[in-house]
Structures are given as C-alpha cells and as structure tokens.
C-alpha cells in the first residue's frame, strides 16, 4: 500500500512540476473561526461578546516552493471584558517539492529554530483520512471549486483545473487541486483572491528540529514578544483596521 502511495505522489509531482514549472500564483486567504464553534460560545455564554477577528494569510507557489505566511488581522468586534486577549503569532509554513521538505517558523518556538517535516509523510497522513469527491461545486474567489469530504469530518473545496497540490493551514491535501477553502473544528480558511505573480520563496535558516515539544517556548514567554511576532488583540485595540506585524 505504501509503495502504491509512493508512487501516486511521484506522479502528481512529475504532473505538478511539467504544468506548472516557472510559473507564480499568490492567493489571499482569510481564516475565522468555524460557524458551529462561534454558535457554541454564543450559546454557552450570551453575555460575553468575545473578540471577533478575521486573519489575513498569503500563500505565493513558485518554482517549486512555496509560502504560507499569517500576515495581518482584523478586528470586526471587541470584547466586553477589559481582561480578555486574543494572541495571534508570527508564522510562516514553507514548502520545498524538490527536497520533500516542510518547514514551519514560527513565533511559538526559540529563536532560530525551526519544525520540520517530511512533506511526503504529511501527504501520507492527510491520504489516511479518505477524501470523499463529492458532485457539489461552487465559486471560490472566482475559481470553480469541488467539494471533498474527508473521513473526520473536514471540508475542502479544491480547484481541478489548479493543479497546485497546496492549500492553506499546513497545506497538505492529497487532492486533485488547488485547496481554496478548508474547514475543520477550530478554523477556517477561504480564499478571497487568486492572481499569477509573486516573489521568490527562499527557505530560512536556522536549526531544524522535528520534535514541536523541543522548540516549543512556553505559553507566557511567546505571549509577552514584541509586536514584530506577536499581534495581541485587547479591549484598547483599535477595530475595523488592519494591523500587521511590524517587521
């Protein structure tokens, strides 16, 4: 089965590199928490009008790379409680389809490390949750998408005719197709636009662990970086803006 696996990938990526080789596409995706989980706070507690945000993200594929980056976020509503804050980290996952390489950089671990995996693996895992193609389609950001189920319940919808095997959050998905929406139980994300261009992606240095647990830094440590990594949303935090990392 592994071997069969094995050499599907081989052929999604000769597929993937002679279609697409040279070119740059660069979409925006925007991440809110999923509708059932916000219903679920609500009715547990009506009173407490929790910060409501919208994240910005860029995905940029090139060349064989790519670069999922969380760069901005929007305040729709602030809480009610001069005590309540939201945290939103620095992040960036990057993509190498030559080197089978998955890197994440984040602000969560110590500085100059970063989590790697093996991006074959990763697609492994994802295949294990048996996507279901339904007949469902619609319009994405302009793109005709198809809608695919997986065996725990998240929701894709993914563009055939974009044969980029890429898409948001941890942008690994063993489907036909450019991933432009996903949902699961604490998040989701929707592309907003999609356009050919882009920079460059170059790979960041530093020291490559695979264990998270050996990187990561604790919860208040992260919490108390300055704005360049670290966005925190509070009852003084100016709403219906962006605000960016200041990097």
């Known amino acids: 089965m592994r071997l069969f696996f094995f050499c599907l990938i081989l052929l ?6 002679s279609s697409l080789k040279g070119q740059d596409i660069t979409i925006i995706y925007e991440s809110t928490p999923p509708d059932q989980l916000h219903k679920a706070i609500q009715d547990v507690l009506p009173e407490a009008a929790r910060h409501e945000i919208i994240v910005r993200f860029t995905l940029t594929i090139t060349n064989g790379r790519s670069r999922f980056s969380r760069d901005s976020v929007y305040v729709k509503k602030r809480s009610n409680d001069k005590d309540s804050k939201k ?10 389809y030559n080197k089978k390489l998955w890197l994440e950089e984040s602000a969560r671990y110590e500085e100059g490390h970063l ?3 093996n991006l ?4 492994e895992r994802n295949a294990r949750w048996q996507w279901t193609v339904t007949d469902e389609q619609q319009s994405i950001a302009g793109i005709l998408c198809t ?17 980029y095997l890429d898409g948001p959050h941890n942008g690994v998905f063993s489907l ?25 992606v170059t790979l960041p240095d530093g020291q490559r662990s695979a264990k998270k647990s050996a990187i990561d830094l604790p919860y208040n440590e992260w919490m108390a970086l300055g704005r360049d990594k670290v966005i925190v949303i509070n009852a003084q935090t100016p709403h219906r803006t962006w605000l960016k990392f200041e990097r």
């Open 176 to 200: 036909p197709g450019l991933v432009l929406s996903y949902e699961n139980p604490f998040g989701k994300w929707t592309a907003v636009s999609v356009k050919l261009g882009g920079g460059p």
């Open 147 to 163: 809608k695919a189920v997986a065996k725990n319940g998240d929701i894709v919808w993914f563009a055939p005719d974009i044969p």
């Open 115 to 117: 989590y790697e995996q």
């Open 120 to 123: 074959d693996l990763m697609r």
């Open 12 to 17: 999604i990526d000769l597929f993937y590199f």
């Open 87 to 96: 945290y939103s980290p620095y992040q960036v996952v990057y993509k190498d």
